[in-house]
């Protein structure tokens, strides 16, 4: 009997990578298992583009935007999960647009940290660049040579690794057949793709959404509100503007993300690309009724 399968869809954002997950689900009346790194907070629905057949997914809804979450406890997450889905000798579909948790997870990166201490992170986070730059160069001064000094996030989470203190995090997965597939439209049809949906998430509510959030007490400064579109909207909520120039600049920001999401995709590991949703599709009812894979 062989081993139970594992579909990793991937694409950058707008690609129609979700449609696809779910539609490869449905073929093989399997869970998808979310590895977007903002579909995991709860309220933020329609900017993320979260799907409304919740109940096929897991790892949705997990956290609260103003909580902490990261690659460290994607993994932790993800990998007692596929292990009691292969237990069950489940097919799995993985989803994701956050590339670095997908790859992560399947190539099994030894060297994650887990989250450090609330005190640290309070601690690290009160440090301006030039600071935190300072206390890395002395800590390492190889990594601080490294990594990009203008890029605070970077520069701030080396040295939280440093100073945490901790082991890194072991896991492991079971050896499920895995297939990596992405779709990664031309780059014309990608930005008419993110315009056009980014039309349709302002007139489905999504000013109204982040509305409720602030309302709840979140906002910008958040880690929810770093994706995209939520500190934009957040701006224009609390401060007023015009709607018109709010849609330019949050589609502008998308399509400089979904380049970098491009260019991430081009060093995946035994990937294989289509253009089109309905091509991968045709190509995994191949691999599913003969056993084979044509990519």
Not at 81 to 92: G, N
């Amino acid at each position: 009997m062989s081993a139970p399968r594992l579909f990793a869809v991937m694409g950058p954002t707008a690609s129609g990578k979700s449609h696809l997950a779910e539609e490869i689900a449905s073929l093989l009346d399997a869970p998808v298992l979310n590895a977007d790194a903002f579909q995991i907070y709860r309220g933020m629905d329609i900017g993320t583009a979260k799907p409304n057949d919740r109940e096929r997914y897991h790892l949705l809804d997990l956290k609260n935007p103003n909580e902490d979450f990261g690659v460290g406890e994607f993994v932790i997450l993800a990998a007692d999960l596929l292990r009691h889905l292969f237990d069950q000798d489940r097919d799995v579909v993985i989803c994701g647009g956050t590339g670095l948790y997908v790859r992560a997870l399947l190539e099994e990166y030894k060297d994650l940290m887990p989250a450090p201490s609330e005190a640290l992170r309070r601690e690290i986070g009160s440090l301006s660049l030039d600071e935190a730059l300072e206390r890395l160069q002395k800590a390492d001064p190889d990594e601080a040579d490294r990594i990009d000094a203008k890029n605070e996030i970077r520069v701030k989470r080396a040295l939280e690794k440093l100073m945490g203190g901790q082991t890194p995090i072991q896991f492991s997965l079971p050896p499920f057949l895995t297939t990596k597939i992405a779709i990664i439209p031309p780059v014309e049809i990608s930005r008419t793709k993110i315009m056009q949906r980014t039309k349709e998430m302002i007139q489905n509510g999504w000013v109204a959404e982040v509305n409720e959030l602030i309302s709840q007490g979140y906002g910008p400064g958040d880690p929810g509100f770093r994706a995209l579109g939520y500190e934009a909207i957040a701006q224009y909520v609390q401060e007023g503007g015009d709607e018109l120039e709010l849609v330019q600049k949050i589609e502008l920001d998308t399509v400089k993300y979904a380049k970098r999401q491009r260019t991430w995709l081009r060093a995946e590991p035994n990937l294989t690309v289509f253009n089109e949703a309905s091509e991968a599709l045709d190509a995994v009812e191949r691999q599913v009724r003969g056993g084979y894979y044509e990519g």
